[in-house]
């Protein structure tokens, strides 16, 4: 069992960084990849980032460039480093894990509850 907890949302400006960090309590953690959702409301889910266990990276187009996924198996965290944000990345975001690879499609088998991300223009 993986429990999953988001932190890091906040009010920003346009061209603002936020950094958000997924902890993981539970065990065998660096075996899971990692991947961050968000949503907005009245639209699907969207993939932002995925990270292997082998630390494989793989990024949304709409935030390759701005946003970097890493890992820190000893701590038991997953970080989103968001640069250049837009107004367009304002959105709740959540984390999840699975063993399978970290893509687009689910089902994913441990969600965290989300943090909130606002970018203002």
């Known amino acids: 069992q993986v429990q999953l907890v988001e932190s890091g949302g906040g009010l920003v400006q346009a061209g603002d960084s936020l950094r958000l960090s997924c902890v993981a309590s539970g065990r065998s953690f660096s075996s899971y990849s990692v991947v961050w959702f968000r949503r907005t409301p009245g639209k699907e889910r969207e993939y932002v980032a995925g990270?292997?266990?082998?630390?494989?990276?793989y990024y949304a187009d709409s935030v390759k460039g701005r946003f970097t996924i890493s890992r820190d198996n000893a701590e038991k965290m997953v970080h989103l480093q968001m640069n250049s944000l837009k107004p367009e990345d304002t959105a709740v975001y959540y984390c999840a894990a699975r063993i399978l690879p970290p893509t687009p499609i689910g089902p994913y088998d441990y969600w965290g509850q989300g943090t909130q991300v606002t970018v203002s223009s």
């Open positions: 990270i292997t266990s082998g630390i494989s990276t």
